[in-house]
């Protein structure tokens, strides 16, 4: 994307985006919270879109016209490009009955679905399974390969409803992997999870990055970026504050001027904590 501004409601919230992710690429976006963090990432699945400047608008004379092209393409159909583009977010429309705690209609059926179902219902951007959709036989075979691939074999039948947070976000990933995505998006994976749940989820997303699968990491926690992850987006204020290698940006005085607080940071086999 180029030149891009984004506005929610009368308020721009991102200004003048320019950025490019290879497919296949492993990149983390870091920033404090109210940055644009997820601004940016509807932006790039194609949820919001950028301002079109309006014509004979003379107001900001010479300004470009905002660019998106996503895998070489400005124009997607939205259940086509979750095939290419498998993102996993507790805000992607439809799915936030499936962590609700007081699930509604829609919800109470997520939770009696099993793991494997749920995945099933990622081929068709649903919450749940429901009656009249139709499950190939290869669907089944993706799905339950998906499960395994991270290690969720084991949640194949047990209800969503009875899984802790860190077995959710399994089914999540697992829902997005059902396409053989070029590229995953998580987004603020360890969101509610405990120490256990978090060691489980970065394991997966190492094992993921391991296997070929790109990867967009976008999180305000240090310890959730794997080693194996080397570029890293610094987001402040709805800007591109920096870009570059993690061995330059995440270090103690980046980060405590990014954060506008005294950051100090520790490192244990290539993972960076901070405190």
């Not at 014509?55 to 997607?76: K, L, M, T, Y």
């Not at 990055?209 to 080693?227: A, E, K, Y």
């Not at 570029?231 to 005085?253: F, H, K, N, S």
Request: aromatic share 4%; proline share 6%.
């Amino acid at each position: 994307m180029a030149h891009v501004h984004v506005a929610l409601g009368d308020r721009v919230v991102l200004h003048d985006i320019d950025l490019t992710i290879r497919a296949g690429e492993h990149v983390a976006i870091l920033g404090p919270n109210g940055c644009g963090k997820s601004t940016l990432i509807r932006t790039m699945t194609c949820e919001l879109y950028p301002i079109i400047p309006a014509a004979g608008d003379h107001s900001q004379p010479g300004q470009p016209r905002p660019e998106i092209s996503i895998f070489g393409r400005a124009r997607w159909d939205l259940t086509e490009l979750r095939k290419h583009f498998g993102v996993v977010s507790d805000n992607l429309p439809g799915l936030q009955s499936f962590n609700s705690r007081v699930p509604d209609s829609a919800g109470s059926n997520a939770a009696r679905s099993t793991g494997l179902n749920s995945v099933l219902a990622g081929f068709f951007s649903a919450s749940t399974l429901w009656p009249n959709l139709v499950v190939t036989e290869e669907m089944r075979a993706e799905a339950s390969e998906a499960l395994a691939r991270i290690h969720a074999t084991h949640l194949t039948h047990h209800p969503v409803g009875e899984m802790s947070a860190g077995e959710k976000r399994r089914i999540l990933i697992a829902r997005a992997l059902v396409h053989r995505p070029r590229q995953l998006l998580l987004d603020e994976p360890s969101n509610a999870l405990d120490l256990a749940a978090q060691r489980d989820l970065r394991e997966s997303m190492r094992s993921l990055m391991h296997d070929g699968v790109g990867l967009i990491l976008v999180t305000h926690h240090l310890g959730d970026i794997p080693p194996e992850i080397d570029r890293v987006i610094l987001m402040q204020q709805g800007r591109i504050a920096a870009d570059g290698p993690r061995t330059e940006l995440l270090t103690a005085p980046v980060l405590s001027k990014l954060l506008g607080t005294e950051v100090r940071i520790g490192q244990q086999d290539g993972w960076l904590h901070s405190w």
